[in-house]
């Protein structure tokens, strides 16, 4: 690849406009196929272009025209995507610690969860074979006051009082 003149490269180090376009364009197909070559994002490629030629344009006065302004241009790309790359490393970084922590919060939720139910089974077990029976029907079984009164041969108030004892214990014991 040729590369531009050196009245070219004055005019754009002195600031002529036409001169940075003509430049702008003569490396923008070529640096957007190194850089897709090398991260596989034309849309990233695109962005990485524009900024090495935003930096070049503010050091514009450094540039020697006598000196090989390819080189320099190829070289500014690949510093470009290797600070690309390394920025996307470390959010990824990021994503997977984040997600770490998020799994080991979730994991003592589960501890804590486990631990409860375990706490509140021993808790179900204390409670008198009477008390505990009308309990299990009601929240495991989903019978009603009704129903449960029919099938222990007990009346609903009966049921429905030694709920809310059963509930009260429960409570009381889980805090």
Request: charged share 35%.
């Amino acid at each position: 690849m040729e590369q531009p003149d050196k009245n070219l490269l004055d005019g754009f180090r002195n600031g002529d406009r036409k001169a940075f376009e003509k430049i702008y364009q003569y490396y923008r197909i070529p640096v957007i196929r190194f850089s897709v070559s090398i991260i596989k994002d034309e849309q990233e490629a695109e962005n990485i272009y524009h900024e090495v030629f935003m930096k070049i344009l503010k050091r514009r006065t450094k540039i020697r025209p006598e000196l090989n302004f390819n080189s320099y241009v190829f070289t500014s790309v690949k510093n470009e995507i290797f600070d690309y790359l390394k920025a996307l490393n470390k959010n990824n970084h990021l994503k997977e610690r984040f997600w770490e922590r998020i799994h080991q919060e979730t994991d003592e939720c589960e501890q804590v969860k486990e631990a409860q139910l375990t706490k509140m089974e021993r808790i179900i077990e204390g409670l008198s074979p009477k008390r505990r029976k009308i309990l299990e029907m009601n929240y495991f079984e989903k019978k009603s006051y009704n129903e449960i009164a029919d099938i222990l041969m007990i009346s609903k108030n009966t049921v429905k009082n030694q709920l809310v004892k059963a509930k009260f214990i429960l409570r009381k014991e889980m805090e």
